[in-house]
């Protein structure tokens, strides 16, 4: 384990913390941009070079931008009046979040033995994956596509004006 | 620790992390800003497996994330389509307050 992976583990794990746990709506979509980028980080430092530039492009570019639209045309960065930001059973799904966390971290814990030390960095280039994307996954490829024309389409038809009395 | 430990525990902190935001926050997008978190530490997990799998060359690990990248794309502006439809209509993105989907 190098020091590259603790400090990028590190800033992950407190963007994402920042990310649900800031009041102020916007910086929370901020802090999601940072744990966004720590984890494309962390994609590079696996040696997944393309995925890692995908999570930029696709998460910080567009997600992200997303997120932050979103927030500003619902007017969701002003802060409840009553109550905070947590919803009333907030108890009940930190006490979830925490069992899902306990069983997984036991699960990875107990099933070191059994887990591959190091191995040779693979030799993968960019070249290797579209030869794949168009080969052996060439059908899911074209159903990713239709599926993003079609979350597309259904984004705009359903965050569309709706018109006077179709109500 | 293995390489491999240290990013499995790590994805299964963003996981967690994820839910609880998903489960506590009550504002709809926080909570969209959860299960991205969700699908993100999945993604980590599909690459760490994929880097100290046995057969990296297979590229199945990899591909699997590439493909989850674009569905939970799709999967974020649905969804934020959705909480702006609903913010147009009920004027609050308040998941205490949105409780009956009859307009």
């Given amino acids: 384990m190098s020091f590259a992976f603790y400090l990028i583990a590190a800033l992950t794990v407190a963007g994402a913390l920042a990310a649900v746990l800031l009041k102020n709506t916007v910086h929370c979509a901020l802090a999601l941009t940072v744990a966004f980028a720590g984890l494309a980080f962390l994609f590079l430092q696996l040696d997944a070079q393309f995925v890692g530039f995908a999570q930029i492009l696709v998460y910080i570019g567009a997600v992200a931008i997303l997120v932050v639209f979103a927030i500003l045309l619902t007017r969701g960065s002003e802060t409840p009046k009553d109550g905070g930001i947590f919803s009333r059973t907030w108890l009940v799904g930190l006490a979830v979040a925490a069992a899902v966390f306990a069983m997984l971290g036991w699960a990875v814990l107990q099933s070191v033995a059994g887990l591959p030390r190091a191995t040779p960095e693979p030799t993968v280039t960019v070249g290797d994956i579209g030869v794949a994307l168009m080969g052996r996954y060439v059908l899911p490829l074209e159903i990713v596509a239709l599926l993003l024309t079609a979350a597309l389409i259904g984004a705009v038809i359903v965050a569309m004006h709706e018109k006077e009395g179709s109500k | ?103």
């Fill in chain 2, 1 to 103: 620790m293995t390489p491999l430990t240290g990013y499995l525990l790590v994805a299964a902190l963003l996981f967690a992390i994820g839910l609880a935001g998903a489960l506590t926050r009550r504002n709809a997008i926080l909570v969209l800003i959860g299960i991205e978190l969700m699908l993100n530490a999945a993604n980590l997990n599909f690459i760490a497996f994929w880097r100290y799998g046995p057969h990296p060359e297979a590229l199945t690990g990899m591909m699997f994330a590439i493909f989850s990248i674009a569905v939970a794309a799709a999967e974020a502006a649905v969804g934020l389509g959705l909480v702006i439809a609903i913010h147009r209509h009920t004027h609050t993105t308040d998941l205490d307050q949105i409780n009956r989907m009859k307009g």
